[in-house]
């Protein structure tokens, strides 16, 4: 059974920082993994998608990188803003059917 | 391009009365799937459909169950409800189950 853990659980910075959000997760053997931003009683936002065969995506300020061997992506933040402060989600796919294992989330607070 | 749509946005009900949710895909998407979001369990893998077959489902009780049209709209019941059904419902839309998109979720209370 997939699990997927998030480290760390809470985050406060100053704006302006660089941060790393951590990902593991126990069944190498991915579909893909996708990152999603999560604001105070919404929905999910789909940040960036690393497909099995991919080493990283960029977006933005954005940088997702996915070592499959080790079971662990983490989630670059440049230059953090007061507008980054959400809950990141990481969430694995063990096939192509929608069926997402998450993890419980990091909450960033970025503080002007 | 319009997003997921969920309706209702909010419900509050009663233990044992039963709720239906509406979930309306991006337009062209086949799949659509559910998640319960709860504070202590996070969030969990209800069930997908794809053109109006079920693929695949989660572990959750024989309350728990859902439909797809065909035009890919979706709906999700959850009969006689308890306490512990109390959480955000989401959807989630995606061309062949790849990428998702979610929706703003159906915040559901149960008193």
């Known amino acids: 059974k997939q699990e997927v853990t998030q480290i760390p659980a809470a985050l406060s910075v100053p704006e302006g920082e660089n941060l790393v959000l951590n990902c593991s997760f126990t069944?190498?053997?991915?579909?893909?993994l996708q990152w999603f931003r999560q604001d105070p009683g919404k929905g999910l936002t789909s940040l960036l998608l690393?497909?099995?065969?991919?080493r990283e995506q960029t977006s933005g300020r954005l940088n997702a990188s996915l070592d499959k061997s080790s079971g662990r992506s983490t989630l670059y933040i440049a230059a953090s803003q007061p507008g980054d402060s959400a809950t990141y989600l990481c969430?694995?796919?063990?096939?192509?059917?929608?069926?997402?294992?998450f993890g419980k989330g990091t909450m960033l607070l970025v503080s002007p | 391009k319009a997003g997921v749509t969920q309706t209702p946005r909010y419900l509050i009900k009663t233990r044992g009365q039963q709720v239906t949710l509406s979930c309306s895909p991006i337009?062209?998407?086949?799949?659509v799937s559910w998640y319960q979001q709860t504070p202590g369990q996070g969030l969990q893998f209800l069930f997908e459909?794809?053109?109006?077959?079920?693929?695949n489902k989660g572990n959750f009780p024989g309350r728990f169950s859902g439909r797809q049209f065909s035009n890919s709209r979706s709906e999700m019941n959850v009969s006689t409800l308890e306490l512990g059904d109390s959480a955000l419902y989401l959807c989630?839309?995606?061309?062949?189950?790849?990428?998702?998109?979610f929706g703003e979720g159906s915040r559901l209370t149960v008193l």
């Open positions: 690393i497909q099995s065969s991919q």
């Open positions: 337009s062209g998407h086949r799949s």
């Open positions: 989630a839309s995606s061309i062949q189950g790849v990428e998702l998109f």
């Open positions: 459909y794809f053109s109006e077959t079920q693929r």
């Open positions: 069944d190498s053997a991915i579909y893909n």
């Open positions: 969430a694995v796919a063990n096939s192509g059917y929608s069926t997402l294992t």
